[in-house]
């Protein structure tokens, strides 16, 4: 028997104990080594056999524990389908649909689905308040003098300090400070890539990182993003000849939530070191983990300097404050020579801010909180839509972040209906704005990190009707 189908035999074996609930919810599986030995395969079959069970959501990993049955392992509703390579030929920017989407901002009534950013109640905001009038009292000049280019360091100290998933490799001195992850990875691809150059993105993929590329002038590939995996490594392997530089989210991923598992990060970080291409790593959502333990980046893997690894508090304390950063590795004198040029240096008063914050604002049980009403939030949407939409809707199951990503019936234009939806004071993502190229007409990217409440349901259960009366 093949390899391939010896691995699928074993998941299906698996999957059946499940179904029969011989496995229940919460129960805790075999080992991979017991797996290997009862049925007499390599380890490598095993860990096959779990990953198939694993991107069905049928089960999942705890760090150090093991794998369990997972808690959506009696979902409705079916992954979204896995995208496919797209090369730069037959591009269709979606510059005109994101346009208006932000245009909506302006309007308070409006029931923002479409944004990228958690709600208000779901930020320190009073803490952050009374730490901006204690920065003002004890910085230099209150904050109106310049700053060392490479950043504030009390911040990128405590950045450094709060890496310790990263095995202490990075120190302050390994930080450039940034107007945001967007910021940085601006100034990432400008470090590693030239005009005309091709750069590797997952799809889909958040629409502003295409923006950026595209006013730069580079081609770009987008590589197939599985919904719970990750980037399709064997893809990426087809086109590394032709690429300049990767830029990825390894850890849930805009909009489908995904986690690369981590040896695959590692074998993506051998795989580029190999061929010398750098990797442009948003870790944006790292922090906002479901499971047990913050996964790694692949920064934490990276011994040549390859990975420049971005991040900021957008998306876990204040996203107007535009306070992120970069640890660039072997890149970081060009990094801060771009930044000299552009800005000189980075307003220090949001940084100090936001560095006594995560000193001594308690972030760590912040983060413990928010990362509790997010999973909440999440299965509380995942409910509603079953409840709500059309049978054959598609669902992502996100491991982290606040993105749900849903894949509708094919006859449905997600573009046409934003139309319908706006008139109702209903804003959400049309699946289009995540790519280059004509696909995910049928697909929407809702946000999850709101206040939940009646009326939130309610605009759940109305967005539904519009799906259905769609078809």
């Known amino acids: ?27 805790k599986l075999p080992s991979i080594r017991t797996i290997q030995h009862t049925y007499d395969v390599s380890i490598n079959t095993a860990k096959q056999a779990f990953l198939e069970l694993e991107s069905k959501s049928l089960i999942e990993s705890r760090p150090k524990s093991g794998y369990f049955v997972s808690k959506t392992s009696r979902r409705k509703f079916s992954l979204p389908t896995v995208g496919k390579l797209k090369s730069s030929q037959d591009e269709k920017h979606p510059e005109d649909l994101i ?13 923002q689905f479409s944004l990228g950013v958690p709600d208000k109640s779901l930020l320190p905001i009073a803490k952050l308040n009374k730490g901006m009038i204690a920065a003002i009292r004890n910085l230099n000049d209150s904050g109106t003098s310049y700053e060392p280019v490479q950043g504030s360091i ?28 967007m910021n940085a990875i601006y100034n990432c691809l400008l470090a590693v890539t030239q005009r005309g150059d091709t750069i590797a993105v997952e799809t889909p993929v958040y629409f502003g990182i295409l923006h950026v ?42 909009p489908l939530g995904c986690l690369m598992p ?49 991040g900021s508090v957008s998306k876990t304390l204040a996203p107007g404050y535009r306070v992120g ?92 209906l934003y139309d319908i939806a706006i008139n109702q004071k209903i804003s959400f993502a049309p699946g289009r704005m995540f790519s280059l190229h004509n696909q995910y007409n049928n697909c929407m990217r809702l946000n999850f990190g709101l206040e939940w409440n009646e009326k939130l349901d309610f605009d759940l259960k109305r967005l539904g009707n519009i799906v259905k009366s769609a078809i």
């Open 1 to 27: 028997m093949r390899k391939e189908a010896l691995y699928l035999k074993i998941a299906k074996v698996i999957e059946g104990q499940i179904d029969s609930e011989t496995l229940r919810l919460g129960d």
């Open 213 to 254: 590329a595209r006013s730069m002038g580079l081609n770009v590939i987008e590589i197939p993003n599985h919904p719970i995996t990750g980037v399709d490594l064997d893809a990426l392997k087809k086109v590394l000849p032709q690429i300049k530089a990767c830029c990825f989210v390894t850890n849930f991923s805009n």
């Open 154 to 181: 009390n911040l990128r100290r405590t950045i450094a300090k709060w890496s310790l998933v990263l095995d202490g490799k990075l120190t302050e001195d390994d930080i450039v400070t940034t107007s945001g992850t």
């Open 99 to 111: 346009g208006r989407i932000f245009d909506t901002l302006k309007d308070k009534e409006v029931r």
């Open 262 to 310: 981590e040896a695959h990060k590692k074998e993506l970080v051998n795989m580029l070191t190999e061929h010398n291409i750098p990797l442009i790593e948003d870790d944006l959502y790292g922090n906002l983990f479901f499971g047990t333990a913050r996964p790694k980046p692949c920064k934490a893997f990276d011994e040549a300097g390859i990975v420049l690894w971005c």
């Open 325 to 416: 950063w970069v640890a660039p590795g072997k890149f970081k004198d060009k990094i801060i020579r771009q930044k000299l040029l552009q800005t000189i240096s980075t307003p220090s008063l949001y940084q100090e801010v936001v560095a006594d914050f995560m000193e001594h604002g308690r972030f760590d049980h912040h983060l413990r909180t928010l990362r509790g009403k997010l999973y909440g939030n999440c299965l509380k949407f995942q409910r509603a839509i079953e409840d709500y939409f059309p049978h054959n809707t598609k669902i992502s199951q996100p491991q982290g972040g606040f993105m749900l990503w849903l894949e509708l019936d094919k006859k449905i234009d997600a573009a046409k």
